[in-house]
């Protein structure tokens, strides 16, 4: 896994997992991550949608309609208070239709547009939950990486089932939070007052003004983003950062890996790997984890700092730490690895139902097979 973290002041990133770069002031602010056991949190179901505009940007290229959540505070990007009844109106439906593939469900707006090809069903809400206590594990329940005291905005996208806003929101009272997806799932009687979350593209440009943001978060974008994307979808982050601001970034590595070696191309997880980044090569940058580093120094970032987290997918681990994670990794990568793979082997590789169970079946096999020792990179 990636995390990069770059501050803008120069702004800030983290590595092809966890990226994270700060300035050369700050170098000595990060403090090792500190260990702690994951957060539960409420489980989440389909809301209803309004459509919400966006406040035009200063430079005067026009801002599109975003797609906010009826019920939810209303995005204002000055200080003015809007009305979610009074500012929001029914959503057309094609943002609500969804299409059914081997009983799962997806959006038919983002199939359509080539946006984003997981499941939007309430299987696929509970593996995200269950995910985000995994990451919580693996970040010792640090939230935020770089040292900001008292954030006043902070940008969330791809928000997913909106854990990671909420916590944020929640240990940030007097922060205003605003989380950025093509399809939400969150229940808005359960969100905190400060926290407003909006469906909107994020391969389209920001429309957010420039030094808006204390923080941008991205985490696990790279089945969402287009590829030609990556480069000012970056841009737009740094754009939006205030000066000394970051951006924090977390990407898995799809391509699984061992750690002694014994994963071949005659493994299902192999081949699970290879035919999902190559079903998607055309339109979705699988490997963009490894390359934040570049994008975030081509974008004009200071002081990128990109670490590689190993993600072990159960439990082989002789360290007791990385052994807990790979335990409560273990359901989430039974789940996911069918998720990622149903509609690009089904669909664009046109694998036959008995094909891709028959793959997948192998695939959780191993991963679970401690002695392979499989992890993927973070």
């Not at 959006?107 to 946006?115: G, L």
């Not at 790279?222 to 924090?248: E, F, H, M």
């Not at 082989?316 to 069918?338: C, E, H, Q, T, Y």
Request: glycine share 6%; proline share 8%; net charge negative.
């Amino acid at each position: 896994m990636t995390t990069d973290v770059q501050r803008n002041d120069k702004a800030i990133a983290t590595p092809s997992s966890v990226l994270l770069a700060v300035s050369p002031a700050l170098r000595t602010a990060f403090p090792k991550l500190n260990r702690g056991s994951g957060i539960a949190v409420k489980m989440p179901y389909r809301p209803t949608l309004g459509l919400n505009p966006v406040v035009e940007r200063p430079d005067s290229l026009g801002a599109h309609l975003a797609l906010a959540l009826h019920g939810f505070p209303v995005c204002m990007l000055s200080d003015g208070h809007g009305s979610p009844d009074s500012e929001t109106e029914a959503l057309d439906d094609v943002y609500l239709e969804t299409i059914t593939i081997q009983s799962r469900v997806f959006q038919r707006f983002s199939i359509d547009h080539q946006i984003f090809f997981e499941p939007v069903d309430g299987e696929e809400a509970e593996r995200l939950e269950l995910q985000h206590q995994v990451f919580n594990k693996v970040f010792d329940n640090r939230l935020i990486f770089p040292p900001i005291p008292r954030p006043q905005k902070i940008l969330d996208c791809g928000y997913g089932t909106g854990s990671w806003a909420i916590e944020a929101a929640e240990q940030h009272p007097k922060c205003k939070v605003i989380g950025l997806d093509i399809y939400p799932y969150m229940n808005p009687d359960d969100i905190p007052d400060n926290l407003c979350l909006q469906v909107d593209d994020l391969n389209r440009p920001f429309t957010f003004p420039p030094n808006h943001f204390d923080l941008v978060h991205s985490r696990l974008l790279a089945t969402g983003i287009n590829r030609d994307r990556w480069p000012s979808y970056i841009r737009d982050i740094k754009r939006v950062l205030k000066p000394g601001g970051w951006v924090q970034l977390v990407e898995i590595y799809f391509n699984v890996q061992s750690d002694n070696g014994s994963i071949t191309e005659q493994h299902a997880l192999r081949q699970w790997s290879t035919q999902l980044m190559g079903s998607l090569e055309e339109v979705k940058d699988l490997r963009v984890g490894t390359r934040l580093r570049n994008l975030l120094t081509a974008a004009g970032l200071a002081e990128v700092d990109a670490r590689m987290i190993p993600l072990p997918l159960s439990a082989w681990s002789n360290d007791p730490r990385m052994r807990d994670i790979g335990a409560a990794n273990r359901d989430n990568v039974k789940k996911l690895l069918p998720a990622l793979g149903l509609y690009p082997f089904t669909q664009r590789l046109r694998m036959t139902p008995q094909q891709f169970a028959e793959l997948i079946a192998r695939a959780q096999q191993e991963a679970d097979t401690h002695n392979l020792k499989a992890y993927f990179p973070l």
